[in-house]
């Protein structure tokens, strides 16, 4: 019986350790125990145009520099780019795969950085992935920061921003048309929300999209009422890529630039995304910013 009873003791205490351990070894696993990993991952659409790295580099080398000590990556939600550049070697990760990269790697705390203009379809999608990998619990923390425009405050800062594109050339009565994406997303009002408020600034000044309103028969015919003759033609879009070069400064006959001009408006345009200049780079950044305030 005594033999019985401390068969009985050994086995618990085994048990006991067995407990201990795994109990460790799990939560190890689970990241309570892990040391605190910060990285951020920057997700634009993506440009098929070797021309928009340049906004891509630019914001990159501001990430970099506003945070040295956490690493970046990148990811794009473009799955038709992310094809289009495999086929030339260019291998681009999707957020999903950027993320399970992320995981692997040990990181802790995450912030994702939405590149977008506006909180729409590919934002969104965006939302989801993030979302599947907080259920997930790899990470003890991972936000997704906000596109361009999402407070009033960004709202201004952009205004400012798009009236700094503008060409020291461009005199008074010549109109400013600004090309945005557009999308079939609730989320279009932004662009005409935003030319309120330019306007409100300089009323020649108008902000289209190539797939939402206002399109461009709409602006045509307000340059018409106003009896606009000259045009200044700009991307309002991270990267100057396919969009800007061939729906908005093409030769072809469905351009902006064909059309106005058809319409006996003289165009000038400029092929410059947004993530080129400072002023925009820096609203993004102050939203990555807020997201990293966070982790501390
Ligand atoms: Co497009």
Redesign the pocket.
């Given at each position: 019986m005594k033999h019985v009873l401390r068969r009985w003791i050994v086995g618990m205490l085994a048990l006991g350790l067995v407990l201990a351990f795994g109990s460790s070894s799990f939560a190890h696993q689970h990241g309570t125990h892990k040391e605190k990993k910060v990285g951020i991952l920057l997700v634009a659409f993506g440009s098929s145009e070797a021309s928009a790295q340049v906004s891509f580099e630019n914001i990159d080398r501001k990430a970099k520099a506003a945070w040295p000590d956490v690493p970046v990556y990148w990811a794009y939600t473009s799955r038709i780019i992310r094809h289009k550049l495999a086929g030339q070697g260019k291998t681009l990760d999707s957020p999903a795969v950027a993320l399970a990269h992320m995981a692997d790697q040990q990181f802790t705390h995450v912030a994702v950085q939405s590149l977008h203009t506006i909180a729409g379809a590919e934002y969104h999608d965006l939302r989801r992935v993030v979302g599947a990998f907080k259920s997930m619990g790899y990470f003890q923390s991972i936000i997704l920061g906000y596109p361009l425009l999402a407070t009033q405050a960004d709202m201004e800062k952009t205004v400012d921003a798009l009236f700094d594109m503008i060409p020291a050339d461009r005199k008074k009565e010549e109109a400013v048309v600004f090309m945005g994406?557009g999308t079939h997303h609730p989320s279009n009002a932004f662009y005409a929300a935003l030319m309120f408020q330019a306007q409100r600034r300089d009323p020649h000044v108008f902000i289209g999209g190539?797939?939402g309103y206002p399109e461009i028969a709409d602006i045509q015919s307000w340059l018409a009422e106003k009896k606009v003759k000259t045009a200044w033609l700009l991307p309002f879009m991270s990267v100057a890529g396919d969009?800007a070069k061939n729906d908005m400064a093409g030769d072809e006959a469905d351009s902006w630039k064909s059309i106005l001009s058809e319409a006996g408006i003289h165009c000038h345009t400029v092929l410059k995304g947004t993530a080129e200049y400072d002023g925009f780079v820096d609203i993004w950044l102050s939203h990555l910013e807020d997201v990293l305030n966070h982790f501390h």
């Open positions: 994406h190539v797939e969009h």
